[in-house]
């Protein structure tokens, strides 16, 4: 099993419509969680931290499954500036390393 | 302010070529890293200097030489390279290297051996 598995898609959504990505992690001891958002050509960004349950803001709320060892990144009301790569991040340890998914690819279309 | 800059944006090098590519954050963060992306893959992790010591190398051949002269600034010196060493290089830093610590990227920089 991969460290973090992130579906690639793409997934192509209209203008408006919800979509959720889910991602699963190995090391049921990890603590904290990443999403990054990386647009074409360009560097990833954070979107959102969960370190709990759970995180919103704004139209994104992160959803974290310790039991299932999974985390949800839900986006409500997708605007075409939302096409972008979401990547799955957990640090491996305190070491600094982060273990990134391969990425799931968004487009919204009008 | 959360910046990391990086130079050059774009750099084309020969495979005898000697390079260095540089990266600078003013956040007072003690922890820097290296990572390469090739097209639509996640970043790979090179280095990681934690209070200006390498922490970790991520058995990165030894054409790449990584250098932290000081805690705002961290280069990658690059000699020999291969064609398939082309890639975006990312630099990235974290207040420490903490595994709740946010990691801030630079915006790159684009990397292409002839």
């Known amino acids: 099993r991969k460290e973090v598995e992130q579906d690639p898609g793409p997934f192509n959504v209209p203008e408006g419509a919800t979509v959720a990505f889910n991602c699963t992690y190995s090391?049921?001891?990890?603590?904290?969680f990443f999403w990054y958002r990386q647009d074409c050509r360009k560097e990833p960004k954070l979107l959102m931290s969960?370190?709990?349950s759970g995180n919103e803001d704004g139209r994104f709320t992160a959803q974290l499954n310790r039991a299932s060892q999974y985390i949800s990144l839900l986006i409500r009301d997708s605007k075409l500036s939302d096409s972008a790569t979401y990547l799955c991040?957990?640090?491996?340890?305190?070491?600094?390393?982060?273990?990134f998914g391969q990425g799931t690819t968004l487009q919204v279309k009008p | 302010d959360t910046e990391v800059t990086q130079t050059p944006k774009h750099l084309v090098m020969g495979m005898t070529n000697k390079k260095s590519l540089k990266c600078e954050q003013h956040?007072?963060?003690?922890?820097m890293y290296w990572y390469k992306q090739k097209a639509k893959k996640p970043p790979e992790l090179m280095f990681v200097?934690?209070?200006?010591?390498?922490?970790i190398n991520e058995s990165v051949p030894s054409r790449f030489s990584p250098e932290c002269p000081n805690s705002s600034l961290l280069n990658l010196h690059l000699h020999a390279l291969q064609p398939e060493d082309s890639a975006l290089y990312l630099c990235?830093?974290?207040?420490?290297?903490?595994?709740?610590?946010?990691?801030?990227f630079g915006p790159g920089t684009r990397l292409l051996v002839l």
């Open positions: 990235a830093s974290s207040r420490t290297s903490g595994s709740q610590e946010t990691q801030y």
């Open positions: 090391n049921s001891a990890s603590q904290s």
């Open positions: 969960v370190y709990s």
């Open positions: 991040v957990v640090p491996s340890s305190n070491t600094g390393k982060l273990i």
């Open positions: 956040m007072g963060h003690r922890a």
């Open positions: 200097y934690s209070y200006e010591k390498l922490s």
